[in-house]
């Protein structure tokens, strides 16, 4: 049987469910603005020597048991506070309570007069691993990461009057990032300025694509940029040289020597020593600037802002690391570095002018010495 109890003095309604016989609690299905509502089974009735202590904040209940002994607990109490019909739907309806506890997504309903929220359910709690104090009351504002997507949302809403699966990015507790699909839509009820605002977890799905993109964009070797990447890198360095007006050189590296390595020592140590050649590549070159992986033994460097004297320095520096021997399983690799470099906008002003000019200067230096740098 349930029991209401009110406080005169805190006009505290309290609905206890606690299974004396089982001697177990449910948890929480609802919370309001504030305050944690629990909801217990009580069997028997509440007299005025069962309460130990109690204040506005919390209670402690003391039940005798028909075998003897006491049941205890302390649990969060919520004052009669709930001024919205939905409020009082949920804290009434059994149904609405348990599809609240067990939909797998997170629930908010805001206040559209000062975007507080007014209720949240228990999936919203931990998707963002935050207590109810956190979340009931804040402006729904505070989860966004990012305020221009909330902004977006709410413009979606407004010319289409909901929004369905919109792509976000909310606050979790402990700073880090949840990313989600929303849902945002009105609450029909009259004489109420509600919206409910649904989120779905997809953070795992988007750390999934993120592998993926990684794998498509990095050599899985080296871990140097693919030819996708380097393609996309040598674009967006063309079109800053372009605003800027000022030069940028495309190195071709070709090693000398490497078909040798896997015929004597095997492809084992022909992979050692591109893992070996990636990393001297990476010490050769600037933070800002690329070094990439586009074939078998073929490398190209980006350099932005280097006018002619420098980039040629930085091609006789590759030429000069990877020239020196490289200890793998088996042996000794010794191989060089022909390099051949291309400017923008002399030589080329799309990629595929400036991966062609590179490519001969560096055909002429292989044709030639070898273990040199050509320019185009």
Known sequence: MVNAVSDRNHNVKIILNYFLEAQAFQGVTACFAGKWLFLWRIQGNIQDNDWV?????????????????????????????????????????????VFNDTVPA?????????????????FFFETLGASGEEVLGASWEDFFVDAEERQALMVQFIEQEEVRNFELKLKAADGSVVWGLASLSSI?????????FAFIDITQLKEAEAKIQELANRDALTGLPSRRLFSD????????????????AVLFIDLDGFKAVNDTL????????LKEVSERLRGCIRKPDTAARIGGDEFIIIIEHQHAEGATTVGQRVVERINKPIKVQGGTADIGAS?????????????DELMKAADKA??????GSKGAVGVA
């Open 53 to 97: 202590a109690y204040n506005t904040n919390h209670i402690t209940f003391r039940k005798r048991r028909p075998s003897g002994g006491t049941g205890a607990f302390r649990g969060t109490i919520m004052k009669d506070t709930a001024n919205t019909s939905f409020q009082k739907m949920v804290r009434e309806d059994d149904r609405l309570r």
């Open 106 to 122: 997170g629930i908010l309903v805001i206040n559209v007069d000062d975007g507080s929220v007014v209720f949240s359910n228990r």
């Open 188 to 196: 029909p009820l009259e004489n109420e300025h509600l919206l409910m």
């Open 233 to 248: 890198r040598i674009q967006k360095a063309m079109a800053r040289a372009k605003r800027a007006e000022t030069d940028m």
């Open 266 to 273: 095997g492809h084992e140590a022909g992979d050692e020593v």
């Open 339 to 351: 390099v051949g470099i291309a400017f923008y906008p002399k030589d080329g002003e799309t990629e």
């Open 362 to 367: 560096m055909y002429k230096v292989k044709k």
